[in-house]
């Protein structure tokens, strides 16, 4: 990571995003435009659920931000960094272009990412693990009334800290932590993804879907999850030496995971700082 003082982008071998869900009306797109205008990558992996066609059949809402981060997507395709897209649910239309180019981003269904520590990730966005787990059923017991009433919580939290000189805070990530059904899914989920890639016979799994970034390594596996633009406003970056790395980027950016995947121990987990920001609009 490069110093805050250093007025040069930091340029990662690689950055994963998830769950961006524009044309959603809570989608954090002005994090994610700063986010993508300070940083610099060979690769930029979209896991899935870039657009939000549901939301967009429901009720359509297309801010102009949202445009723009898709601009800032193509320009990067056009100056030579490498964009891999993996379709989600959310956008499972683009599902139909797999191992296709479009507007010079790459449509994979999977994707292998091997990283500067010849280390061997497996890419999906994760849906394909609802089968398997209590996901689904989550879902339905919470419903999407119920997961806008919390994001609707997390909205006038952030609206009245903002007033009082409050940084971002996803209230509606602490919310789903404390509810024991969501637990047991996150965890269902994250079982399902390591036993997938040890069937793949890689040493860690990269996915999104499920709205709660993550990174540990589980009985020599690395689970990564690069949560989304919702709640989280997180990201997974590769630093040069093969480190996956998770950042929040709000109003303060932090990191707030590390794997060391060139032995493959316990992540180093650290909470430091990398820059201040004004808040987003």
């Not at 995003?17 to 060979?42: Q, R, T």
Request: charged letters at 25%.
């Amino acid at each position: 990571m490069s110093n805050a003082t250093n007025s040069k982008k930091p340029h990662y071998p690689a950055i994963w995003i998830s769950d961006v869900h524009l044309g959603y009306k809570d989608c954090k797109a002005d994090y994610l435009l700063d986010f993508l205008n300070s940083v610099e990558s060979d690769t930029l992996y979209l896991v899935g659920d870039i657009i939000d066609l549901w939301s967009m059949k429901r009720q359509f809402y297309w801010h102009p931000s949202h445009y723009q981060v898709l601009s800032c997507i193509q320009q990067k395709a056009a100056s030579g960094t490498r964009v891999i897209y993996i379709p989600g649910n959310h956008d499972e239309t683009f599902r139909n272009y797999i191992d296709q180019t479009l507007f010079g981003i790459e449509v994979h269904q999977q994707f292998i990412h091997t990283t500067k520590a010849n280390k061997r990730f497996l890419l999906v966005h994760g849906d394909d693990f609802d089968s398997a787990t209590r996901y689904n059923k989550f879902i339905s017991i919470v419903g999407d009334v119920g997961y806008d009433f919390l994001l609707f919580l997390n909205r006038w939290t952030n609206r009245i800290r903002k007033v009082f000189g409050g940084n971002y805070y996803s209230l509606a990530a602490w919310i789903k932590t404390r509810v024991h059904k969501a637990r047991e899914a996150i965890t269902a989920f994250e079982d399902a993804a390591i036993h997938e890639a040890k069937k793949q016979n890689v040493d860690g799994i990269i996915c999104g879907h499920i709205h709660h970034p993550k990174i540990k390594v589980d009985d020599g596996i690395v689970y990564c999850n690069d949560g989304d633009w919702i709640e989280s406003c997180t990201a997974l970056v590769e630093q040069q030496d093969g480190r996956i790395e998770l950042l929040h980027w709000s109003d303060t950016q932090t990191i707030l995971d590390s794997a060391d995947v060139t032995k493959l121990a316990t992540p180093i987990v650290s909470s430091v700082k990398i820059k201040p920001k004004k808040s987003a609009a």
